[in-house]
């Protein structure tokens, strides 16, 4: 398997809901990420989760909640978001977090925020 | 100055010929270096990753590193309109706060006409 499986393709949320994205991998990868993607715009990286501890926040405001249940699983929970959150979420895994390896990358969660 | 950043696009060439897409970067400890090709509506998908100084081919695309530069270059030989796409040019951090992040141009869009 050498897929990382991104769940909802689509989500629309009102600014007071609570929603998550799913992201999952059995590759045996250690190192797994989240990209925030506006139209237009390259991936700007939020959160890097290494060996199952968060390794880098981006400064990320704390309406984006990650988690890393296990080393399969990373879960980005939603809370109270603005319009401008719309955007496409992309799940990313490597190896480990070590310069050499690759990230692949997930087909992405599409976020719209009314 | 940007982190990465990418010859200004878009770019525009006729089947059959060469597309050249530039990179420079300003992490001078950068090691790792990725070519990734993003379809409208799609995640990145990737094309070639480089390590060494030189030249790297994979069928018609050859990548080129030149750490002195700072500058990095994806040659597309053969060019077919398939490859129309924004090609996106990323720089895996060196170290410290940067180790494990891996950052991305801002994309050149690439078309190919018949």
């Known amino acids: 398997d050498t897929e990382v499986t991104q769940t909802p393709k689509h989500l629309v949320m009102g600014m007071t809901n609570k929603k998550s994205l799913k992201c999952e991998q059995h590759?045996?990868?250690?190192?797994m990420y989240w990209y925030k993607q506006k139209a237009k715009k390259p991936p700007e990286l939020m959160f890097v989760?290494?060996?199952?501890?968060?390794?880098i926040n981006e400064s990320v405001p704390s309406r984006f909640s990650p988690e890393c249940p296990n080393s399969s699983l990373l879960n980005l929970h939603l809370h109270a978001l603005q319009p401008e959150d719309s955007a496409l979420y992309l799940c990313?895994?490597?190896?480990?977090?070590?310069?050499?390896?690759?990230?692949?990358f997930g087909a992405g969660s599409r976020l719209t925020v009314l | 100055q940007k982190e990465v950043e990418q010859n200004s696009g878009p770019l525009s060439v006729p089947e059959g010929a060469i597309a050249s897409l530039n990179c420079t970067y300003s992490?001078?400890?950068?090691?790792?270096f990725f070519w990734y090709r993003q379809y409208s509506g799609k995640s990145p998908e990737l094309i070639m990753s480089?390590?060494?100084?030189g030249d790297k081919e994979d069928g018609r695309f050859t990548a080129q590193l030149n750490k002195a530069s700072q500058y990095v270059s994806l040659l597309i030989r053969d060019s077919q309109p398939s490859d129309s796409a924004t090609y996106l040019c990323?720089?895996?951090?060196?170290?410290?706060?940067?180790?494990?992040?891996?950052?991305f141009g801002q994309g050149t869009i690439l078309t190919v006409h018949p």
């Open positions: 990313a895994s490597s190896h480990d977090s070590s310069g050499a390896n690759v990230l692949t």
């Open positions: 590759m045996g990868h250690r190192a």
């Open positions: 989760y290494s060996y199952e501890k968060l390794s």
């Open positions: 992490d001078r400890g950068s090691q790792s």
């Open positions: 480089i390590y060494s100084n």
């Open positions: 990323a720089v895996r951090g060196a170290g410290g706060t940067s180790y494990g992040k891996l950052t």
